[in-house]
């Protein structure tokens, strides 16, 4: 399969005459000002000039050659790596205009070639100049990008790679959700919001739970912020209805937004659960007692478990303070149900921290607790090393308080025993013993100001001095 007679076939890009051609005129104009000239030095100079001119403008012609024989292979394999991709897939230059199209997207879009790629996706994506600007940028930096715009039919999945100088390579993969009414495959309500809250998207069964399409966050849950993790109030029908919550951050500053009715049965649950498994957050639903219910994809990862078929939660993690079986009661009874605890993965080589939140839901057999497991690891070595560089700061105030009153000590010492010295002799029999006093007071005048230094954070250097031979 090659690409279609409509997208005519990929040529080199038009740009200005290269450096090339410029040197090769300059040396023609030289070798033809040596003949005008007449003889002497002026004529020698320029015949010389014209000469090197025209021997660069061929090495440089020969090299502009060969690359654009490269780029044009390249390309040739990019178009035909296009023509076999059910995805719509372009050729552009960096100024956006197409220069080649695959069958997908003559099919879909019947684009020109010479005219750009952003006015071909008007129809495809809400504000394309702008998204294909941000990816060809990081393109150009990086070699390739990605990125994915939600729309009011679903998700366009935008990738773009750079080929040579001044070519890139899009694939756009249109992704639409639609929800089966009723069964197991029912999609789980989402929303897309930006950083103002405006209402980005809106998936079949989101629209279908409000009502209707709607523009602002609020319209939706009139209790903001949103607590991720917990059960919010949802506008449904003329009132409000409970249900779980799940925010996560997209790309671009966008937030995606999951939120599933607390009060389901069971065959309810399993149904909406597979929507979970492949959120980038780990989830765990359990049951009375702290058995691990349902879980997706991450929490396992996160647990290192590949099942959780009759696995607690008391049984793969412990607190830090109070034991997980009291905490998990308390918030079955709605107590606590808004802080988070930080956990120990037992079954972990390294010690591994969960930062764990927990909602209470409800359904037919009786109320469950949704679990929301973030990796805090990090968190808590950086936690760790505050509180021993605290440690460290008050050993540094209490060495620097007691070197202080020390020293003053010394002093008094020192200075006693200087006077002693002015009243005795050498061969006064005490003489040697406050001289021995001196030096030991003197030492620990120089552990003083080590302890002096320590508390004021500055560093010695010692040195040696050699001394005057001479």
């Known amino acids: ?54 021997t660069v403008s061929a090495v440089v012609l020969v090299q502009q050659f060969r690359l654009s024989r490269a780029q044009n292979a390249l390309q040739a394999l990019a178009a035909e790596f296009l023509a076999h991709d059910p995805a719509l897939g372009f050729m552009t230059d ?45 393109a150009t930096e990086a070699g390739g990008a990605q990125d994915e715009i939600a729309t009011r039919r679903g998700y366009v999945r935008l990738s773009v790679t750079a080929v040579g100088a001044y070519n890139f390579i899009w694939r756009i993969e249109e992704v639409t959700e639609q929800r089966p009414r009723g069964g197991p ?7 897309t919001t930006g950083r103002s809250g405006a209402i980005l998207s809106m998936n079949e069964a989101a629209r279908e739970f409000v009502g209707g399409r709607v523009r602002r966050l609020e319209e939706v849950f009139p209790d903001l912020p949103l607590q991720s993790g917990h059960i919010n109030p ?17 790309n671009a500053g966008k937030r995606e937004v999951f939120f599933l009715p607390s009060n389901m049965g069971e065959d309810a649950w399993d149904a909406e659960w597979a929507a979970f498994d492949g959120l980038p957050v780990a989830i765990l639903r359990l049951a009375v007692g702290g058995e691990i219910v349902q ?38 009874q709605g107590r606590d149900l808004g802080e988070s605890e930080f956990l ?10 969960l930062q764990v939140s927990l909602g209470r839901v409800e359904d037919p057999s009786g109320p469950s607790l949704i679990a929301i497991l973030h990796d805090a690891t990090e968190l808590k070595s950086l936690e760790a ?86």
């Open 1 to 54: 399969m090659t690409l279609t007679a409509q997208t005519m076939p990929v040529t080199p890009q038009r740009r200005g005459p290269g450096r090339g051609m410029v040197l090769l005129a300059l040396g023609l104009g030289a070798v033809l000002a040596a003949f005008l000239l007449p003889n002497g030095a002026a004529a020698q100079g320029a015949l010389a000039a014209g000469i090197g001119l025209l």
């Open 94 to 138: 960096d100024l956006g205009q197409i220069k080649s199209f695959n069958a997908a997207a003559q099919a879909r879009l019947q684009p020109v070639r010479g005219m750009t790629l952003a006015s071909s996706l008007r129809d495809v994506l809400p504000n394309p100049g702008t998204s294909l600007a941000r990816l060809q940028i990081r």
């Open 185 to 191: 495959g029912a999609a789980l309500p989402m929303l």
């Open 234 to 250: 949802v506008r449904h029908g003329d009132g409000t209805y409970p249900c779980f919550v799940v925010e996560t951050q997209a």
């Open 295 to 332: 879980s997706n994809r991450m929490a396992r990862n996160l647990l290192g478990l590949p099942r959780t078929e009759g696995v607690t939660l008391p049984r793969v993690l412990e607190g830090l303070g109070r034991p997980v079986s009291d905490w998990l009661n308390d918030a079955l």
């Open 344 to 353: 120990r993965l037992k079954s972990s080589e390294t010690e591994v921290f």
């Open 385 to 470: 090393q505050f509180v021993q560089s605290q440690k460290m700061q008050a050993i540094g105030e209490l060495a620097g308080g007691v070197a202080h009153d020390f020293n003053n000590l010394l002093t008094a010492i020192s200075g006693h025993c200087d006077l002693l010295l002015l009243r005795h002799d050498q061969e006064d029999p005490d003489y040697a013993d406050l001289v021995q006093i001196t030096q030991n007071a003197n030492r620990a005048a120089a552990l003083v100001g080590q302890l002096l230094a320590f508390s004021r954070k500055q560093t010695l250097r010692p040195e040696i001095l050699a001394g005057n031979a001479g």
